[in-house]
């Protein structure tokens, strides 16, 4: 599986950024497909995930603010972020659970930056 990713960028505070993420297979053979950021020094967490049933999941700096969807006909994964703030500047990550034999597998992108100035 391989995933590309785009549309960081830099945006004043308050701004919105859309990422995408384009996947090399069907999306509906992934059990989830998600988001992860990193800053400097941290280690990389999740910020947003779509199931394979749609079910969508947030962390709480997410919530309210950020909305995750697909496309299945393109095979992407969309990040929209509203009201963006400078705590959100990080690397955002695509990646992608595979059910895999014997185990789960588990994809990234290459990380496209999201810079939030003030």
């Known amino acids: 599986v391989q995933l590309q990713a785009s549309g960081g960028g830099l945006v004043q505070a308050g701004g919105s950024l859309r990422l995408s993420c384009t996947a090399s297979v069907d999306i509906f053979s992934l059990n989830a497909m998600a988001w992860y950021r990193q800053t400097p020094g941290k280690r990389r967490v999740l910020f947003a995930a779509i199931l394979k049933d749609g079910t969508t999941n947030y962390a709480d700096s997410a919530r309210g ?17 509203n009201g963006l703030k400078p705590e959100d500047t990080a690397v955002y990550y ?3 659970e ?6 789960m597998e588990y994809y990234w992108g290459q990380g496209t930056l999201v810079t939030v100035s003030s």
């Open 65 to 81: 603010r950020v909305t995750i969807s697909r496309d299945s006909a393109k095979n992407m994964v969309y990040l929209q972020m």
């Open 94 to 96: 695509c990646n992608a």
């Open 98 to 103: 595979f059910q895999g034999v014997p185990t």
